[in-house]
């Protein structure tokens, strides 16, 4: 029997957690281990797990940070823990706001049958709740290699439904925790495709409880403006790391010209928009990983 460990990275989604995991325990294949990490939520998540989850889930381990890390600190500390604290096989990596059908870890592992066990990564098909597809992957020029197989070759993805096995994260690391939000499954998924090829498996399907509506640093809340910061800097060195100088120059260029749509189109906090931008984009060319 193949064994997986889930790692589950929450913060302020309550309701959602409760379905996700709802999803986890209803697997038709049974999770050896789910790791949740709580990213030091204030809407009663912890008293949820303390009450609801802790020593009634046997293969449950909660784990809470005393500080918010960020996706991408909450996935590095999970991932880490889950190695450490376990033998198992795999490491299927989510959100609390993703919903596993109820096959979705069951398909992912007859892919790793038809792949001999030899991938970088896999990911699910993704849905938004209106029907649409979301999270898509990013293709490979020979993406069709396996198509009839169901398994669509890909470069890189999101962590709404990410695969990986202990072999690929011995060899090259864990998520970087220093990128907070945005673009650290982009790096990562790079980061392992790069050396093993990489599949989106069509028949494991999973429900994206995400929000519909498109925001961006253009019209997205003031509380959330600096956030952006993240958003640029990643960027700027997914660029950097893979892409070569000529990217980062046309990506360095593109922010300039957002730059300047904020001030044209944005309501408020133009300028607050603006240093988010510029803030982002100067520290990207010089931010160094840690992997």
């Known amino acids: 029997m193949k064994e997986v460990s889930c790692v589950l990275v929450t913060y302020n989604r309550k309701e959602l957690l409760k379905e996700s995991l709802d999803a986890l325990f209803t697997q038709s294949v049974q999770l050896s281990h789910i790791y949740i990490i709580d990213n030091n939520s204030t809407d009663g998540t ?68 038809l792949l001999d066990n030899q991938f970088g990564f896999l990911c699910s098909n993704v849905h938004m709740e209106n029907g649409e ?38 060899a090259y690391g864990v998520p970087i925790g220093k990128l907070f939000i945005w673009g650290d499954d982009t790096e990562f998924t790079r980061r392992l495709s790069l050396q093993k090829e990489s599949y989106f498996v ?24 600096e ?38 189109t944005s309501k408020n906090h133009r300028i607050r928009r603006i240093k988010s931008i510029y803030k982002g984009t100067i520290a990207g060319l010089f931010f160094k990983e840690d992997i």
């Open 46 to 113: 912890a008293q949820f797990l303390k009450t609801e989850i802790e020593g009634v889930h046997d293969n449950c381990v909660v784990k809470y940070l005393k500080e918010n890390l960020g996706g991408a600190g909450g996935f590095e500390f999970g991932l880490k823990a889950a190695m450490k604290e376990t033998k198992d096989q795999f490491f299927w990596i989510m959100d609390d706001d993703t919903i596993p059908s109820v096959n979705a870890l069951e398909e992912l592992l007859n892919a790793t049958n």
């Open 133 to 170: 597809v979301g999270n898509v992957p990013t293709p490979s020029t020979d993406w069709s290699d396996r198509s009839d197989e169901g398994l669509i070759k890909v470069e890189s993805a999101t962590f709404v439904s990410f695969f990986v096995n202990r072999e690929m994260v011995n």
């Open 202 to 225: 069509a028949s494991s399907k999973v429900l994206h409880k995400a929000p519909l509506k498109s925001v961006s640093i253009l019209n997205d809340v003031d509380s959330k403006i």
């Open 227 to 264: 956030r952006y910061f993240f958003s640029f800097r990643n960027g700027i060195y997914i660029k950097r790391k893979f892409d070569g100088k000529k990217s980062v120059f046309i990506k360095v260029i593109r922010n300039v010209l957002l730059s300047i749509k904020v001030l044209f």
